[in-house]
């Protein structure tokens, strides 16, 4: 088995995402990043953006929708690294509207991507960790997980659910030294954020104790002290990071 710690990331191309593989392949980990087909094109462009190498990062091209084609993806990617020591599940995806106007199709698509795909991804990472004896899962909510939004249901719904998936398989993998919790980001300052109107964006900030958006840094962090051996007594927990726009 490679000494070098392997790390697999969902929706490593995001804002977020991109910030979490670029913090932990400078803690020295290999990446292993899903892709959806469709982005295939942009895989060299975002490794030269980063400053990353092919040797940094494994491509998975995949469709987490399609079960059974992820899985044995995944599944090939873990055999191939011979190891995994992290899972980020980070991907996710909005579709609002109000309830009353809320289409089938909306509702569905945000629960299939942001909770569905965690069974297909995590299976294998968890069962390759619990032969390790060994592990760490983040998995990426938000603050809208735990106080709801206005115009959000499916993806509030969707963001509470992996709050409770993850306390459920906190205690299943304990006894495996795998520890497994939760980041819940408030508004945050990636790309598709900060492209809003600046009056929307000032709205947001007079919300937030602190006045102002997250850095996507600022929610790698968080991530890479939950996977660090500072945290290896913590699990099941739910960490925010939103500025106090939500306390609990």
Known sequence: MSEQKVALVTGALGGIGSEICRQLVTAGYKIIATVVPREE?????WLKD??????????????LNEHEAATAAIQEAIDAEGRVDVLVNNAGITRDATFKKMSYTQWSEVIETNLKTLFTVTQPVFNKMLEQKSGRIVNISSVNG???????ANYSATKAGIIGF???LAQEGARSNICVNVVAPGYTATPMVTAMREEVIKSIEAQIPLQRLAAPTEI???????????AAYVTGETLSINGGLYMH
């Open 220 to 230: 790698a962090a968080a991530v890479m002290y939950l996977v660090s051996d500072h």
């Open 50 to 63: 980063e400053g990353f190498t092919e040797s940094d990062v494994r491509f998975v091209l995949t469709n």
């Open 146 to 152: 735990l106080k709801g939004q206005f115009g959000q």
């Open 166 to 168: 993850s306390k459920a």
């Open 41 to 45: 094109d942009r895989e060299k462009q």
